[in-house]
């Protein structure tokens, strides 16, 4: 570790990202320009608002293979720090293995030691894990963690960061304060990614990230009047523009590949920057203001290929189609790019599809009735009194997950069909959605229409450090119960809202408290175990352990 106090630093990381059989990528930030290397690959780093970072390709990798690495500032070896109490950081390939194992989760409100504890939020359950990976065979380590949003939260801040914001701004902090610009949003990084647990399980484990709303402010494009409004605010403009730069430095870089990272405009452009003299922080603005305003500009979706699994994440943020009337998750043109991926994926005999979407696509039966009846007044009162009574309740009840996206929930629903039948190529063994959100777990699974071949799981894990208020839980478990469902479905039918052709059972939940999942597939096997802690309960307890497909 560096003595020299004029050497540089490493302020967050290495964050092992997209791994492939051949290469990976390892993130930096650093607290100066640099030179960092990682297994005798070298990239220096790009400044952006004074703030230093690198992404370091490591390639020439042996598939299946499992490598100790280390990271080195200008020659100096910064990683791993010295007396660490956690197993050296790994690169593992993909190859021949027969286990594939994914942690999942998401809505991670800072660190335990920055959380306020008048808040009573449960133990971590991501530092959890990370111990509890820690302390077993390496061949039981997941092979890779998905993130579904919320990795930082821009809208409701810990103490010691409001306190900073005292510093920073020269005037108390309320306790409703929020970030405004790129350089308030690093503080949250370095909050939510300096413990040493959570520090130890990024290095190891390659990570896969979407944003969700808190990552620029609640309800986040909930709808054409929401947008409306917010864009009047004067402070919009710099807050928008902050979280989207820091977004795409902080997690969309290490979500690309090596192949689209040479083909990104935007990653091409800083790298032909001078790190000594130049900011890349134009650049990155000028991004950042182009995809708020311009959605299709960026493609935040991605693809993660491991071998007889395949992930394609979806953006169900910052892409929607806000237009009353015609209301769409992604537009046509980036459906078409998730159809298309789901379509190559069962071309390619993959035997489990997944869909990584932060808001769940199959909720409970009375919250999805309620959504549909929601926006179907929305749509055919806007701009009268009906529409802005609905509208109203839309914000405040946070009716703007997929179902009240009704287009967009059966377009998704018809695209797995359709792979679960065959009709697309070999049908997978299972075709499972992945989110979180609503600060609580289930398992649901497709029943209608039939002729399934592969099983068609809705799978949610939220929050990994939060907490769901009593309301929230009382409300959840009424929305799977028959009368509840009863009710709403007249509901909708008084409105006239469309029915859906899907129908689905809860297998399983809910679970609350601080929680993360996990996916174990082999071959077409497939099973859903989830974790959780509790207050007074710092360790991971397994309260389930679903079986999803059979081989």
Known sequence: MPSDLNAPALLLGPLLRHVDPVSATVWVETDRACEVEVLDRRARTFCVGGHHYALVLVEDLEPGSSTPYEVRLDGTQVWPPEQSAFPPSRIRTPGDQGEFRIGFGSCRYATPATADSADNIPPDALDSYAERVAGQPEDRWPDALVLLGDQVYADELTPPTRSWLALRRGKDAPPDAQVKDFEEYTRLYAESWSDPQVRWLLSTVPSSMIFDDHEMIDDWNTSAAWRREITGQQWWKDRISGGLVSYWIYQHLGNLSPQELAENTTWQAIKGLHE???????????????ADTDPASIRWSFVRHWGEARLIMIDSRAGRVLDEQHRRMVDDDEFAWIEAAMQRSAAEGVQHLIIGTSLPWLLPHAIHNLERWNETLNVRHEGRWRGRLAEKLRQAADLEHWAAFGDSFERLGRALVSVARGERGPAPATALVLSGDVHHAYAAELVHPGGLTARVHQLTVSPLH???????????????SRWAQQFTRGLARLAKAAPSSLQWDKQAGPFFGNQIGELVLSGREARFQLSVTELGQPDLRQVLDMPLAQG
């Open 466 to 480: 939060n907490q769901a208020p009593h309301p929230i839980r009382v409300g959840f478990r009424i929305g799977w």
């Open 276 to 290: 000594d003299s130049d900011d890349a922080e134009p650049i990155l603005r000028e991004m950042a203001v182009k």
